[in-house]
């Protein structure tokens, strides 16, 4: 072999490498929370719109959802149990935003809060609402088939909900901290 050819084929491989080390590199933490964002801002989206069907996109059908105190194993019970009713109701004007993300290669977990400021009872009360999300990314074969016209974040899915509702009134006096005598204080 000459030592042309000897070049030529080490540059060929060398430049092979690099583009598999960049397919490789191309999943990176900042991209998979990109993904995750995207998914959880559409998701917020629907909800907002009351759009079950568009929410249904983006859960895994066996998830499992907590809220109201009740537990739901599947899509089908969360939406029919929990979504349906809420969804009944007027929700008041809010903002979301998402609190944190964290990302591995085949699973993420994300928190966002809601905040809502209404009136209850005629007092004013501003309440917030978390969600926890655990998700999950596809196997890789569904999802090089789902990718041909799905957004980027289709690859993920929603594994698990789980809603905090924390309401407080507004302009309340502070009570002050009193204690029975004799009593300890709880840590």
């Not at 060929?12 to 801002?41: I, P």
């Not at 917030?128 to 016209?149: C, E, T």
Request: contains cysteine; charged residues 20%; proline residues 6%.
């Amino acid at each position: 072999m000459s030592r042309y050819r000897v070049c030529a084929t080490i540059f060929v491989l060398l430049f092979s490498l690099t583009l598999v080390s960049q397919v490789r590199e191309k999943e990176t933490a900042e991209t998979r929370q990109e993904k995750v964002r995207d998914l959880l801002e559409k998701f917020n989206q629907a909800y907002q719109q009351k759009n079950v069907e568009a929410l249904a996109q983006f859960v895994a059908a066996d998830m499992t959802g907590f809220a109201g105190g009740k537990t739901f194993s599947n899509w089908e019970e969360y939406r029919d149990n929990f979504l349906y009713p809420t969804f009944s109701r007027n929700l008041p004007p809010s903002t979301w935003e998402v609190e944190k993300i964290m990302t591995v290669p085949e699973m993420a977990w994300a928190y966002t809060k809601t905040s809502y400021k209404s009136r209850r009872q005629g007092q004013a009360v501003e309440a917030d609402l978390y969600q926890v999300f655990v998700l999950q990314k596809l196997a890789s074969a569904s999802a090089a088939k789902s990718k041909s016209a799905a957004p980027p974040s289709a690859d993920w899915k929603i594994v698990l909900v789980d809603y905090s509702f924390h309401a407080e009134p507004l302009n309340q006096p502070a009570q002050p901290n009193v204690q029975p005598q004799g009593s300890q204080p709880h840590p």
